[in-house]
Every structure is written in structure tokens, then in C-alpha cells.
């Protein structure tokens, strides 16, 4: 019985360990399928992030909560600085857990123009670290993946109190892009 025990428990803690190390600068972009909506369109097939690898270079903005003060500041300062990301050739992907009714009437109320993935059951947020269990939302994180599909940059705590993590944001995409 005691044998059984330390098996059981040593499979649990190992596969726990796996699960919560945190992903890091170098690390594969972990791939996901997600549906996503747009001010235009819904799209319950989803976008596919190995299908963007080698295109763009991506920007995946993981957020609480569509309509919220700080979830609306992050997103309107994307908007605002859109032609930014067009013109380096990246492709900004919001996700939250938000179903892609709230998202398509959210992103025509502000006139977004970038694509927000509905991850209703945080899997996606599981595998980036990016899900408040506690909480039940997303944490505020925003990754850069390289055109090889590699993480080139990371900000576990995103402010929407002052623009200094967009400006350092903006500053690794223009460093990517030289």
C-alpha cells in the first residue's frame, strides 16, 4: 500500500513540476487553436499560431476581461499604436476567457483591429502561465514570439497604469525587427 502511495504521489508531483515551470525567453511558443473574433467577423474555426509562425512576428496579449477599465486601457493603447505593429510586421493576438460574442461587440465598440481569441476554459492561459486559478481570469502577461517560433520576450505583470510596458514592449519589437 505504501509503495502504491509513493508511486501515486511521485506521478502527481513530477507531472505537477512540469506543468508549473514557468515558460522562458528561448523556449517554443507553445501552440494553440483558438476561436477568435474581430469588429468585422466571428470565427469559430479559429486561428492556429503554427500557421502564423514564419509570417509575422506575434505579440499574444493575455487579459482579464473584455469591457473592463484596465482590460479597455491595454487594448485601446494596441489600437492606438496599430500602425506600429503593421509596420513591423507583427500580429497582435488578445486572449481572454470571454466568449467571441462579447469579444466581436467589444472590439466594435472600440474599434479594434486586431483579433481577440476566446479561451473559455484557460487552457491556452494554463500553458503560458497566464491563468489566475484563484481568481478565475487571466493574468495581465504579453509574450513576443520570434518568426522561428521561439519566445523572445516575456512581461509576466503588463501595467495598465502608465505606458512604461507598452514603451518596453515597442522597444523589444523594434530590436526583433533590426
Not at 528561448?26 to 483558438?34: I, M, S, T, V, Y
Not at 484563484?134 to 505583470?157: C, E, M
Not at 505606458?163 to 515597442?170: A, C, G, Q, V
Request: glycine fraction near 4%; aromatic fraction near 14%.
Amino acid at each position: 500500500m505504501r509503495i502504491m502511495f509513493l508511486i501515486i504521489f511521485s506521478a502527481f508531483f513530477v507531472t505537477n513540476q512540469v506543468y508549473l515551470q514557468e515558460l522562458k525567453v528561448g523556449d517554443a511558443a507553445p501552440n494553440f487553436k483558438l476561436p477568435y473574433a474581430t469588429k468585422d467577423t466571428i470565427d469559430q474555426n479559429g486561428i492556429q499560431l503554427s500557421d502564423l509562425i514564419g509570417k509575422k512576428i506575434i505579440v499574444i496579449a493575455f487579459y482579464p476581461a473584455d469591457w473592463s477599465p484596465g482590460c479597455t486601457n491595454q487594448m485601446c493603447s494596441f489600437r492606438d499604436d496599430f500602425e506600429f505593429f503593421n509596420d513591423i510586421n507583427a500580429e497582435v493576438l488578445a486572449i481572454s476567457g470571454d466568449y467571441v460574442w462579447s469579444h466581436h461587440n467589444w472590439a466594435k465598440s472600440q474599434n479594434y483591429q486586431f483579433k481577440l481569441l476566446s479561451d473559455h476554459n484557460h487552457k491556452v492561459a494554463e500553458l503560458y502561465n497566464s491563468y489566475n486559478s484563484d481568481r478565475g481570469f487571466n493574468k495581465r502577461t504579453v509574450f513576443i514570439i520570434d518568426k522561428n517560433g521561439k519566445i523572445a520576450y516575456i512581461d509576466w505583470k503588463y501595467s495598465t497604469t502608465d505606458d512604461s510596458s507598452l514603451k518596453k514592449l515597442k522597444s523589444k519589437l523594434n530590436d526583433i525587427t533590426k
